[in-house]
């Protein structure tokens, strides 16, 4: 049996007399192998036809140790375009094929360091990504071709250094980069960015669990850049955001996620004009929120949680097009929930509030919800006894989600809002018993909605 127009191969355990029945002259352009014997077996098929091979996946090759020790298969390949090893612990040398354009390296325990020809500025590499390889210490020459456009590092123990060509140097036209994505997760051994700035034409910034790299700073965000996206997470060196991230106009999304060191934003608050999402999340020393927020006006959603340090929100008030404000668990705000000032919210629909230990009824028979508010959910509510009449004023209202508020147990004589589709209970235990079927109190002001979810008293 022969297949001479098969395009694409997966192969995981064969012998050579099998592959060797399939594969003639073939016009393949994809190939996924495992192991370095079936590697080997695919000799006699691909070098035939060299020039048509585009992607090459390689995994669990134990005994691989660098491209050359594969065989005449890949000294003869010339055309791939994608390479993707996998689960090499050996390892240690890539090589390089002259037309490359997406390199993933995964698994590879002894890989210590790239080719150099991935350095070259005339180097066709528009995607590298490097994913738990320990040994992996710093980049050959420091450059990056200037063709790349998304660079993703994680879990690289090792790694103490970045490319000096990530940054861009001041009135430098040499080596302009072209990068757009930058992702650096897990690496505990970097200190410092390379000096200079991020390229203006950066628009994704991801930096996760790089618990000792130094924090942004006004030298290195490009005026007017092309920033879109900024994702913070556990980073216990930025106490301040720059004054400079202001002038990323184009962000739409910042998330700071356990910053455990952050406690201000910029004096000058925070002004994006196209910021659509914030995300507070675990920066346990903030003290405040950014009082001008209410000029981010194109701001839709906003979670603000365990942050201990907050007592209080902006007397100014929130951004006034919110769709979505998420509240979790900051535990130390004692202000009045009158003094929240969400009824200004004309256009939110989804409210989560949970982890506010002083409000006993909800809403606040003084306290105004927005009526434009279709889901809701609060939990951690510890001394809430009641929800009051208030929370029949939101006819839009459709989901209504209730959870770990011990001491509730009335719901509004009114009853519910009348257009509710889903109302659920979870770990309220005395509400439960009010709204069990059939001889609950509340079960004739409830049996009527679509959707019930209470937990059963064996529970």
Same mark, same amino acid.
């Given at each position: 049996?022969?297949?001479?127009?098969?395009?694409?191969?997966?192969?995981?355990?064969?012998?050579?007399?099998?592959?060797?029945?399939?594969?003639?002259?073939?016009?393949?352009?994809?190939?996924?192998?495992?192991?370095?014997?079936?590697?080997?077996?695919?000799?006699?098929?691909?070098?035939?036809?060299?020039?048509?091979?585009?992607?090459?996946?390689?995994?669990?090759?134990?005994?691989?140790?660098?491209?050359?020790?594969?065989?005449?298969?890949?000294?003869?390949?010339?055309?791939?375009?994608?390479?993707?090893?996998?689960?090499?612990?050996? $390892?240690? !040398?890539?090589? %390089?094929?002259?037309? /490359? *354009?997406? &390199?993933?390296?995964?698994? @590879?325990?002894? =890989?210590?360091? +790239?080719?150099?020809?991935?350095?070259?500025?005339?180097?066709?590499?528009?995607?590298?990504?490097?994913?738990?390889?320990?040994?992996?210490?710093?980049?050959?020459?420091?450059?990056?071709?200037?063709?790349?456009?998304?660079?993703?590092?994680?879990?690289?123990?090792?790694?103490?250094?970045?490319?000096?060509?990530?940054?861009?140097?001041?009135?430098?036209?040499?080596?302009?980069?072209?990068?757009?994505?930058?992702?650096?997760?897990?690496?505990?051994?970097?200190?410092? $960015?390379? !000096?200079?700035? %991020?390229?203006?034409? /950066? *628009?994704? &910034?991801?930096?996760?669990? @790089?618990?000792? =790299?130094?924090? +942004?700073?006004?030298?290195?965000?490009?005026?007017?850049?092309?920033?879109?996206?900024?994702?913070?997470?556990?980073?216990?060196?930025?106490?301040?955001?720059?004054?400079?991230?202001?002038?990323?106009?184009?962000?739409?999304?910042?998330?700071?996620?356990?910053?455990?060191?952050?406690?201000?934003?910029?004096?000058?608050?925070?002004?994006?004009?196209?910021?659509?999402?914030?995300?507070?999340?675990?920066?346990?020393?903030?003290?405040?929120?950014?009082?001008?927020?209410?000029?981010?006006?194109?701001?839709?959603?906003?979670?603000?949680?365990?942050?201990?340090?907050?007592?209080?929100?902006?007397?100014?008030?929130?951004?006034?097009?919110?769709?979505?404000?998420?509240?979790?668990?900051?535990?130390?705000?004692?202000?009045?929930?009158?003094?929240?000032?969400?009824?200004?919210?004309?256009?939110?629909?989804?409210?989560?509030?949970?982890?506010?230990?002083?409000?006993?009824?909800?809403?606040?028979?003084?306290?105004?919800?927005?009526?434009?508010?279709?889901?809701?959910?609060?939990?951690?509510?510890?001394?809430?006894?009641?929800?009051?009449?208030?929370?029949?004023?939101?006819?839009?209202?459709?989901?209504?989600?209730?959870?770990?508020?011990?001491?509730?147990?009335?719901?509004?004589?009114?009853?519910?809002?009348?257009?509710?589709?889903?109302?659920?209970?979870?770990?309220?235990?005395?509400?439960?018993?009010?709204?069990?079927?059939?001889?609950?109190?509340?079960?004739?002001?409830?049996?009527?909605?679509?959707?019930?979810?209470?937990?059963?008293?064996?529970?």
């Amino acid at each position: 049996m022969s297949l001479p127009s098969l395009n694409e191969l997966n192969v995981e355990d064969s012998n050579e007399e099998l592959l060797g029945s399939i594969l003639g002259p073939s016009s393949l352009t994809a190939v996924t192998t495992k192991g370095l014997p079936v590697l080997q077996h695919l000799q006699n098929g691909v070098v035939r036809s060299p020039g048509a091979l585009r992607v090459l996946s390689i995994s669990s090759c134990i005994g691989l140790t660098s491209l050359q020790a594969a065989g005449d298969i890949l000294l003869n390949i010339t055309a791939v375009e994608h390479l993707k090893i996998k689960n090499c612990s050996r $390892f240690s !040398e890539t090589g %390089f094929f002259p037309m /490359l *354009k997406h &390199l993933t390296l995964k698994d @590879c325990q002894s =890989l210590k360091f +790239l080719p150099s020809a991935i350095t070259m500025l005339s180097c066709p590499l528009e995607e590298l990504e490097i994913e738990d390889c320990p040994a992996l210490t710093f980049f050959a020459n420091g450059r990056l071709p200037t063709a790349l456009r998304r660079l993703k590092i994680r879990f690289c123990e090792a790694l103490v250094s970045l490319p000096q060509g990530l940054m861009q140097i001041d009135n430098s036209t040499s080596n302009v980069s072209h990068l757009e994505n930058l992702e650096i997760i897990g690496c505990p051994s970097l200190i410092s $960015f390379p !000096e200079g700035k %991020f390229p203006s034409s /950066l *628009k994704i &910034l991801k930096i996760w669990r @790089c618990f000792r =790299l130094e924090p +942004l700073s006004d030298t290195m965000l490009p005026k007017n850049g092309s920033l879109e996206l900024i994702s913070v997470f556990n980073c216990s060196t930025m106490t301040c955001l720059p004054e400079c991230i202001n002038c990323l106009t184009h962000l739409t999304e910042l998330n700071l996620h356990k910053c455990t060191a952050l406690k201000y934003f910029p004096e000058t608050g925070l002004q994006f004009p196209n910021l659509r999402k914030l995300d507070i999340y675990e920066c346990r020393s903030l003290k405040s929120l950014p009082d001008q927020m209410l000029s981010l006006t194109s701001l839709h959603y906003l979670t603000i949680g365990e942050c201990p340090g907050l007592v209080s929100f902006p007397k100014a008030g929130w951004p006034p097009n919110l769709l979505a404000l998420k509240i979790w668990n900051c535990e130390n705000l004692k202000q009045p929930l009158l003094e929240w000032n969400l009824y200004d919210l004309a256009s939110l629909s989804d409210l989560t509030i949970a982890g506010a230990p002083d409000i006993v009824s909800f809403p606040d028979e003084m306290c105004l919800l927005p009526t434009s508010l279709m889901s809701m959910y609060i939990s951690r509510l510890h001394n809430l006894r009641s929800l009051s009449v208030r929370l029949c004023d939101l006819t839009l209202l459709k989901e209504l989600e209730i959870s770990m508020c011990p001491k509730l147990q009335c719901l509004p004589k009114e009853g519910l809002p009348a257009d509710l589709g889903r109302f659920c209970i979870r770990d309220c235990q005395l509400l439960k018993l009010h709204c069990l079927e059939g001889k609950g109190a509340y079960w004739p002001m409830i049996s009527h909605i679509p959707c019930l979810e209470i937990e059963s008293t064996d529970d």
